[in-house]
């Protein structure tokens, strides 16, 4: 696949070793895997060879392998857009330039669980990335990056879409209801973003595909789609464990395959 030249703009801030993640730039590879599961994190890592531990406080999960020779490195982040930039930033400061978000979906027709969804733009609904840039700033994936996930999810062959997803950040009352006084407002959120078109919801992909352009980095997010918005059918765990092994798969056979970034100019 091609690249496109950008021009990179670093962050404010390079620290010698970063505030939260306690690493160094040689530890970490320019090409990253985030994830919000720290099992998914340890997942993905089994896969790579010559792992180095690098970060396992406040459950920011982190290691760097090699897959088909090609340094990578996988950061989980737990749960929400404010930590995953947090991540993204530090990483950033540390010379990554590819952020890959593997992640899960909570799905809207025509999307069913067990499928995956490669977001191709993402609804800014979250608020950590209006930190970052200013309303009507586009969350959009990085071209090249989408290109090679295409390839990928065509040879794996389990049934995905591609198109655009909404980030939320409130779980319990713009995704799923937890109790009575909130199914309102989510049932109009779900209404809503059908007619548009979007195809799930998590609370993430807004946030770093912004944050990655942003700072002139490639961008990309992923989702298994694990629970249906309308119905609650959640995916069983073989099923969920067999979708999930396809995604990572298809998510590290596209970083080892990427060409190199070109330069900053």
């Not at 990085?142 to 040879?155: K, P, S």
């Not at 997010?221 to 069983?236: E, G, Q, Y």
Request: glycine fraction near 8%; aromatic fraction near 6%.
């Amino acid at each position: 696949m091609s690249t496109t030249t950008a021009t990179r703009a670093t962050p404010p801030v390079t620290p010698e070793t970063a505030w939260y993640l306690g690493c160094r730039p040689e530890q970490v590879s320019d090409r990253v895997i985030l994830v919000g599961d720290p099992g998914r994190a340890r997942k993905i890592a089994a896969l790579l060879n010559t792992v180095e531990w690098l970060n396992e406080d406040r459950g920011l999960t982190l290691a760097t392998g090699a897959y088909h020779g090609q340094r990578i490195t996988v950061s989980a982040f737990g749960m929400g857009a404010p930590v995953a930039a947090m991540v993204m930033h530090e990483l950033l400061n540390l010379g990554a330039s590819t952020f890959l978000r593997l992640g899960t979906l909570l799905c809207l027709a025509p999307v069913e669980p067990g499928h995956l969804v490669l977001a191709d733009a993402a609804l800014r609904e979250e608020a950590t990335s209006a930190t970052y840039v200013p309303d009507g700033y586009p969350a959009a994936s990085d071209h090249d990056l989408a290109a090679n996930l295409r390839v990928w999810l065509a040879m794996v062959g389990r049934p995905w879409h591609a198109g655009v997803v909404a980030s939320q950040d409130g779980f319990y009352t713009r995704m799923l209801p937890a109790d009575e006084g909130w199914s309102g407002d989510i049932e109009e959120t779900r209404v809503r973003l059908e007619r548009l078109g979007i195809l799930g919801m998590d609370m993430e992909t807004s946030t770093v595909l912004t944050v990655a352009r942003r700072f002139g980095a490639k961008g990309g997010s992923l989702l298994l789609a694990t629970v249906d918005a309308r119905t609650r059918r959640a995916l069983k765990r073989a099923e969920r464990a067999s979708a999930e092994d396809d995604m990572i798969t298809i998510g590290l056979e596209t970083l080892a395959s990427l060409e190199p970034s070109a330069p900053a100019s």
